[in-house]
C-alpha cells in the first residue's frame, strides 16, 4: 500500500502552508523566518478559526506556538476525553492562561 492510498486526510496532498507566517510554502524555506521579522509572524491555525476573538490574536504568535489558543483549545479537548487527566488539565490551563495574558496572546 502507498503512502497516497494509506492516508484518507482531506488536506494529505494539500500545499504547504509555513508555520511562521502562513505563506504557501515550507516553513524552512520560509524567507520572513531567516529575516527574523517579528512583524511577519501569524498563525494559521487561529487565522482559519470562526471566533473572532481567537483570529484578531493571529498576528502575536506562530502556529508552532504552545500557548496558541487553538492548541491550547485542542489540548483541553484531549485531556477532558482522557480518563484521570483532570488534574493535568486544570492545572495546563491554569498555566496557559496566565502565560498568554503575559505575553498578550489572549
Known amino acids: 500500500m502507498s503512502g497516497s492510498d494509506y492516508c484518507k486526510c482531506k ?3 494539500a500545499d504547504p502552508v509555513c508555520f ?3 505563506g504557501a510554502h515550507k516553513s524552512k ?3 520572513k523566518k531567516t529575516a527574523g521579522r517579528r512583524s511577519s509572524i501569524k498563525c494559521t491555525n487561529c487565522s482559519n478559526s470562526k ?7 493571529c498576528k502575536t504568535h506562530s502556529a508552532a ?3 496558541c489558543p487553538s492548541y491550547v483549545r ?3 479537548y484531549i485531556m477532558a476525553r482522557t480518563s484521570g487527566c483532570e ?5 495546563y490551563l491554569q498555566w496557559a492562561k496566565i502565560r498568554q495574558r503575559e505575553l498578550g496572546i489572549k
Do not use: F, G
Not at 471566533?51 to 490574536?57: E, F, H, I, Q
Not at 488534574?87 to 492545572?91: F, G, P, R
Open 87 to 91: 488534574t493535568s488539565k486544570n492545572s
Open 11 to 13: 488536506k494529505y496532498n
Open 20 to 22: 511562521h507566517c502562513a
Open 29 to 31: 524555506d520560509c524567507e
Open 65 to 67: 506556538d504552545r500557548l
Open 74 to 76: 485542542e489540548q483541553s
Open 51 to 57: 471566533d473572532k476573538n481567537v483570529k484578531d490574536k
